[in-house]
């Protein structure tokens, strides 16, 4: 099978990525910009800008059986237009193009900010209800690609992802903050008042999940990439210090609470596990026919 992976030198993309080389019986082929970041995956490459005209796309990208689409330009301000102005009409036009010249199976990254200001525990049947840019511009082009399937036979998952820390996470996250400060040797780290329950993942575990549902065969539709366990900023932070035996005196409440965000929210994975147990099916029937 043919899988190619877009925006695959990102955060997430490289590690979706090897993921995927680890499974054998499946050709990479990864996408992005920046051809040196691309040649850095060890798997086959095309640079690719998607803001292009997407003309012949389908045949320049490898044809491939599944897309598992994570570029995304220009984040994390979510309140900027550009999410909307940009990057929902360029996305809607190179995956519409996509999918008319032949993609069969289309799985795309969306965000748990589509949820808007809803506390507890989201599913994904809630109705979406976006407060930022960001959040709206991904809520949208779910929606216009669902309509797309009434003209186009395709399979679609939409995964909205949550929390996020592990290798390669950019510099402006909170937890790459905490590990400057632990390097630099510092004896105080401002931040929130840190009471905020997050729903957080390694960055490889997000990966592997993102495969999985991309790749099993029965379940199509909206899925939560979440753990469903809801934790405080502040225990994330304690534990991931104590994990680096390091000590950092946390100066609560320096930063007020992102007014983006509701206060406690978390994801249900319900969803999410039918389709890991499909794939797990699946391998098993691959590996004992
Ligand atoms: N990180 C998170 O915590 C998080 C949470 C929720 C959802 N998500 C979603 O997950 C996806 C991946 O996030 P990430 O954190 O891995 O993002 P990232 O690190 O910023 O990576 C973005 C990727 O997209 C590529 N890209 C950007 N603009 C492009 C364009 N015009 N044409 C082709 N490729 C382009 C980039 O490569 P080049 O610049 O070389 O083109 C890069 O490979 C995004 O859709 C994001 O919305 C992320």
Same mark, same amino acid.
């Given at each position: 099978?043919?899988?190619?992976?877009?925006?695959?030198?990102?955060? #997430?993309?490289?590690?979706?990525?090897?993921?995927?080389?680890?499974?054998?019986?499946?050709?990479?082929?990864?996408?992005?910009?920046?051809?040196?970041?691309?040649?850095?995956?060890? &798997?086959?490459? #095309?640079?690719?800008?998607?803001?292009?005209?997407? @003309?012949?796309?389908? @045949?320049?990208?490898?044809? %491939?059986?599944?897309?598992?689409?994570?570029?995304? @330009?220009?984040?994390?301000?979510?309140?900027?237009?550009?999410?909307?102005?940009?990057?929902?009409?360029?996305?809607?036009?190179?995956?519409?193009?996509?999918?008319?010249?032949?993609?069969?199976?289309?799985?795309?990254?969306?965000?748990?900010?589509?949820?808007?200001?809803?506390?507890?525990?989201?599913?994904? @049947?809630? %109705?979406?209800?976006?407060?930022?840019?960001?959040?709206?511009?991904?809520?949208?082009?779910?929606?216009?690609?669902?309509?797309?399937?009434?003209?186009?036979?395709?399979?679609?998952?939409?995964?909205?992802?949550?929390?996020?820390?592990?290798? !390669?996470? %950019?510099?402006?996250?909170?937890?790459?903050?905490?590990?400057?400060?632990?390097?630099? !040797?510092?004896?105080?780290?401002?931040?929130?008042?840190?009471?905020?329950?997050?729903?957080?993942?390694?960055?490889?575990?997000?990966?592997?999940?993102?495969?999985?549902?991309?790749?099993? %065969?029965?379940?199509?539709?909206?899925?939560?990439?979440?753990?469903?366990?809801?934790?405080?900023?502040?225990?994330?932070?304690?534990?991931?210090?104590? &994990?680096?035996?390091?000590?950092?005196?946390?100066?609560?409440?320096?930063?007020?609470?992102?007014?983006?965000?509701?206060?406690?929210?978390? !994801?249900?994975?319900?969803?999410?596990?039918?389709?890991? &147990?499909?794939?797990?099916?699946?391998?098993?029937?691959?590996?004992?026919?």
């Amino acid at each position: 099978m043919k899988v190619l992976v877009s925006g695959a030198t990102g955060f #997430i993309g490289k590690q979706v990525v090897q993921f995927l080389q680890g499974l054998g019986q499946i050709r990479v082929l990864t996408s992005a910009r920046n051809e040196a970041k691309l040649k850095q995956l060890g &798997a086959d490459y #095309i640079v690719y800008d998607l803001d292009q005209e997407p @003309e012949n796309c389908y @045949e320049r990208l490898g044809r %491939p059986e599944v897309l598992i689409h994570l570029a995304w @330009e220009g984040l994390p301000n979510y309140q900027e237009s550009f999410h909307l102005d940009r990057n929902l009409v360029n996305h809607y036009r190179f995956l519409t193009s996509m999918i008319a010249q032949g993609l069969p199976s289309l799985t795309v990254t969306g965000t748990c900010y589509e949820y808007g200001l809803q506390n507890g525990c989201v599913q994904e @049947e809630m %109705p979406a209800d976006p407060t930022t840019c960001y959040g709206l511009a991904k809520d949208v082009l779910r929606r216009r690609l669902e309509a797309l399937q009434q003209e186009h036979p395709f399979r679609l998952r939409w995964l909205r992802l949550f929390f996020l820390h592990g290798p !390669g996470q %950019p510099d402006r996250t909170l937890m790459a903050q905490v590990n400057q400060a632990l390097a630099a !040797g510092r004896e105080a780290f401002d931040m929130s008042g840190g009471e905020q329950l997050r729903d957080y993942l390694p960055v490889a575990e997000v990966a592997a999940l993102i495969a999985k549902v991309a790749l099993q %065969p029965r379940h199509d539709g909206i899925f939560n990439i979440c753990s469903g366990q809801p934790i405080s900023v502040r225990r994330l932070v304690e534990e991931h210090i104590a &994990a680096r035996g390091g000590r950092l005196r946390l100066n609560l409440g320096v930063f007020p609470y992102p007014a983006h965000e509701p206060l406690a929210f978390w !994801g249900d994975p319900s969803r999410l596990r039918l389709a890991v &147990a499909a794939f797990e099916e699946e391998q098993n029937h691959a590996a004992n026919p």
